[in-house]
């Protein structure tokens, strides 16, 4: 799976940046076959609580997951993300079992 990060109105540190690739990888093992994980980070309204946005597509072979959350760190938002995701991913994975 490739995995691109694109920060909007900042840059991203490389911690950061280790950060998004660890936890979306782990999306892995809940589906095969996901081509691409487009992750946006933006801070919206410096200076404000819950600023953190971020936005992940992934792009499986006839099908996209979109999952965007915003609060107060990156992190968070990351982790929040991901777990929504992985719920997607699973629905996902259950429904193909059915047919």
Do not use: C, W
């Not at 911690?15 to 660890?22: M, P, W």
């Not at 992750?39 to 600023?51: G, Y």
Request: glycine share 2%; aromatic share 8%.
């Amino acid at each position: 799976m490739e995995i691109r990060i694109q920060a909007i109105h900042f840059d991203a540190s490389q911690q950061l940046e280790a950060f998004v690739q660890k936890k979306v990888s782990k999306l892995e093992k809940y589906l095969d076959g996901i081509l691409t994980a487009e992750v946006v980070l933006k801070v919206v309204k410096p200076e404000s609580a819950l600023n953190k946005e971020v936005s992940i597509k992934l792009e499986v072979p006839n099908q996209d997951f979109f999952a965007g959350k915003t609060t107060d760190t990156f992190e968070e938002s990351i982790v929040e993300a991901v777990n929504a995701l992985e719920k997607q991913l699973l629905k996902f994975k259950e429904k193909q079992r059915a047919k």
